[in-house]
């Protein structure tokens, strides 16, 4: 092949907010496929309409206490991209944090494993939000 057909590739660099915004997307995709799944267990479905989701109760409160959870880390896509940096910062090691201890709460006494599986994933990626906002320059330019 000639060069004049040869391509190169550039390498463009994505900026830290990008990468938080698109981690913060896919762990939301992880967590409401893990929802979806879930109704394939047997017996879920009759769980639920019943009223009760492993063991709790499902009231208002629960239902507002879900719809805050994932409110909150469906905002944090868009305020990963706005927010002050020194905020953005410490809002995307703190609340991830925060998520993973909620995970591995959630997933004790779980023994499926594609819960396991989705929980581990998730945590990882909660876990990379919290290392490219950890190791976030300080000024532009700065390693």
């Given at each position: 092949?000639?060069?004049?057909?040869?391509?190169?590739?550039?390498?463009?660099?994505?900026?830290?907010?990008?990468?938080?915004?698109?981690?913060?997307?896919?762990?939301?995709?992880?967590?409401?496929?893990?929802?979806?799944?879930?109704?394939?267990?047997?017996?879920?479905?009759?769980?639920?309409?019943?009223?009760?989701?492993?063991?709790?109760?499902?009231?208002?409160?629960?239902?507002?206490?879900?719809?805050?959870?994932?409110?909150?880390?469906?905002?944090?896509?868009?305020?990963?991209?706005?927010?002050?940096?020194?905020?953005?910062?410490?809002?995307?090691?703190?609340?991830?944090?925060?998520?993973?201890?909620?995970i591995v709460a959630s997933a004790i006494g779980e023994t499926s494993a594609y819960y396991w599986f989705l929980s581990i994933a998730e945590s990882a990626l909660l876990l990379l939000i919290v290392w490219y906002a950890w190791t976030w320059p300080r000024?532009?330019?700065?390693?």
């Open positions: 092949m000639s060069s004049a057909h040869s391509r190169t590739f550039e390498d463009v660099k994505v900026g830290v907010r990008c990468k938080i915004a698109a981690l913060w997307i896919a762990m939301l995709f992880l967590f409401a496929y893990g929802d979806i799944f879930g109704f394939f267990s047997p017996g879920r479905i009759e769980e639920v309409t019943a009223g009760e989701i492993s063991g709790m109760a499902i009231t208002q409160g629960f239902l507002f206490a879900v719809s805050l959870y994932v409110a909150i880390a469906s905002v944090m896509v868009f305020l990963s991209l706005v927010l002050a940096p020194s905020v953005n910062r410490w809002a995307n090691i703190v609340l991830p944090s925060l998520y993973v201890v909620s000024r532009e330019g700065t390693a």
